[in-house]
């Protein structure tokens, strides 16, 4: 396991703005994870680990577009139609198995190899068979519905490159140049856990003054879709030693130890002793809403990310800001979430100097443009404004009042955890 510099989080007391910490951040980090070959079908949603380097042509042959037939454009008259002998058929995985000659015309399929020498093909509809000849209209332009060896991939062309997440066309790629077997890194394993003597796991009851732990498992949720191995630590205990020791175990086979509140300073949050006791811990104060400040350190080898304790806060920070940081640690380079402009139908005001994230859904007006609205409750303990909601609307730190049809940069949840 790869270590990360001690002071890789240490960002100091000062508020940061968001961009500001996030470019820092992305310069300190590396991967954490090694590599590991796997099947090609096992590969999809993995991160690669190699740039991938063609050693073929894709097509590795000029091949016709469309059923038809193929001819040398020199054969053709440009004044009228042409009448051609049809000596010959194409399929695919059957080359012409001979040289083509002038003055013939050769039936062919889509994907078949280009007999040598022929350049054009006249699609099947706009051609008549005439017994053993074909009868093709002018005007058809020279090399129409060919296609050409290497049109697609080149040999010595990286269509991959290392730190890619492995989408379904990536995959395809692969194949398609004879990769039954890629790199990739290992997943990331992240140990999460949470604390309180309030909080309840949904397996059991919930007494009075008690509340069941969503945030765990909103954030297990959340690294699942990531392709990140979890291992759920539970709730531990109130206890500065026994989250010191849970903490401790964890970190000697884990990348990243995670939870979620419990990490101020009063005097019932033991987790930033602990952690501070097994290495170090740094508040991030950013200017951002929703979320208090994140505390990020290292136990050890493994890094420690501390969410805050509200339910959204938790998700907010989480696909903002543990996100790419995770996604970094596993070998991801290049992650940015999708973002659109659109319009708001509401009105919104805000303190300038401070980045906001507000739960938007996204609709239409009567003429189908997109427009986005604000859920109806804001806070940041208000979980089904997250259900409720399709995205995020990002407001930037020198706004400070927005009106109906302002735009905005839109940010949907679906964009924020796909490759």
Known sequence: MAQLKDDCFAFGEALVPFDDAMSELASRLDTVVERETVPLISAGGRV?????????????????????????????????????????????????????????????????????????????????????????PKGLKQGANRRFAGEDVKTGDVIVT??????????GLAASIGRNRLTVYQPLRVAIFST????????????????????????MALLQRLGIQVTDLGILPDEENAISAALGKAASDHHVLMTSGGVSAGEEDHVKAAVEKLGSI????????PGRPIALGQVGDASFIGLPGNPVAAMVTFLMIAQPILRRLAGETGYRAARFKVATDFAYKKKTGRREWVRVALGSDDNGVPLLSKHHSSGAGILTSM?????????????????????????????????
């Open 196 to 219: 309180g003597d309030e909080v309840r796991d949904p397996s059991g009851d919930a007494p009075e003054g008690c509340i069941y732990d969503a945030n765990r498992f909103s954030v």
């Open 282 to 289: 740094h508040f991030w104060r950013l200017a951002i809403k």
């Open 162 to 171: 290392d730190g890619t997440r492995l989408r379904p066309q990536e995959i």
């Open 48 to 136: 690669l680990a190699e740039d991938l380097i063609s050693d073929r042509n894709v097509p590795p042959h000029d091949n016709s577009a469309v059923d038809g037939y193929a001819v040398f454009f020199s054969d053709l008259d440009p004044e009228k139609e042409t009448r051609l002998p049809v000596t010959g058929r194409v399929a695919a995985g059957h080359p012409l198995e001979r040289d083509a000659r002038l003055g013939e015309a050769v039936q062919i399929f889509t994907g078949a190899p280009m007999p040598t020498g022929m350049d054009t093909v006249f699609m099947e509809e706009d051609a008549v068979r005439d017994g053993e000849t074909v009868v093709l």
């Open 387 to 419: 259900s409720g909601a399709d995205g995020l609307a990002e407001i930037g730190e020198d706004i400070e009042r927005l009106e109906a049809g302002a735009s905005v940069t839109y940010i949907p949840f679906d964009g924020l955890l796909s490759g």
